[in-house]
């Protein structure tokens, strides 16, 4: 399985059921949830950002934004209207505005990647929609608008690269050279680099919880971005689980003690095959 680049498999139920635990043993996995939101969120103090992910509620962060960046104002309305940080709620509003959702998607992981209204309306056309220069203009100016702590922070990491000529240090304090070609999306590579190193903190706890305890477990793919897999016998999953508990309870110490950093949160799942924690079905 290590020669397997997991991010670029199509996730369809009958590859995700060939990727199997060893007889007599579960998977088990944790999605840290808006790793790189939560980060960003730490670092920029956006009120926006620290609203949606210090509040305890159940938000959809592409609707959120789109009763605010959306450029048909009568669709904000009615977004605005009916938006309720609740499960049910949320469910349903990606189910009536599924196409405004995809618009904001696309537009706002454009944006992390330094797009500006010709490069979004590039974007769209794309993904085989067709959406107006002066549409792509105005949610470039309104998500910027509404993020303006993310761009004030931004600005900040500019000038760093400028007085270390050539790189930053991320938030644990390693140095991050930006070439040029890559400048654009600065603030994007803060994010990913701290995001990892948060991440890095979290196997490191694993590691350490499972040596204490004396837990079976192995390794699968411990670095996928922002998760993690291992698989463990069958008998000792449940103490596999409250270790993956533990060790992100340990991360947030680590990281949110005497300083003001958003706690990271995530769900542990377990299953035989792959299809749960990538399809959300199966055991």
Known sequence: MSNINLQQIPKV???????QARKGWSFVELDVAALEPTVLASYSRDKTLLELYTSGATHDIY????????????????????????????????????????LIKVAMLGFNYGA?????????????????????????????????????FERELWEELRARKGYILDGFGLPRVIPPEYRKDILNRFVQSTGHGVLLRFLLHISRLRKERGVR???????????????????????AVQIFKDALAATNKD?????????????VETSKTFTKFKLGVGE
């Open 217 to 239: 477990m192995l390794p699968v793919v411990p670095d996928l971005h922002d998760e993690t897999i291992w698989q463990a016998p069958e008998k000792e999953v449940p103490a």
């Open 13 to 19: 139920e009958s590859l995700m059921e060939g990727l």
């Open 63 to 102: 609707l959120f934004f789109a009763q605010f960046i959306y450029p048909d104002a009568e669709v904000r309305e009615e977004l605005r209207a009916r938006y309720k940080p609740d499960p049910e709620t949320v469910e349903q509003l990606k189910k009536d505005f599924k196409k405004v959702r995809g």
């Open 255 to 267: 990281l949110t003690s005497g300083n003001n950093h958003v706690p990271f949160s995530g769900g």
């Open 116 to 152: 500006q209204a010709d490069k979004l309306q590039l974007m769209y056309k794309g993904e085989g929609i067709d959406v107006s220069f002066d549409a792509c203009t105005q949610i470039f100016h309104n998500y910027w608008q509404l993020l303006s702590g993310v761009k004030r």
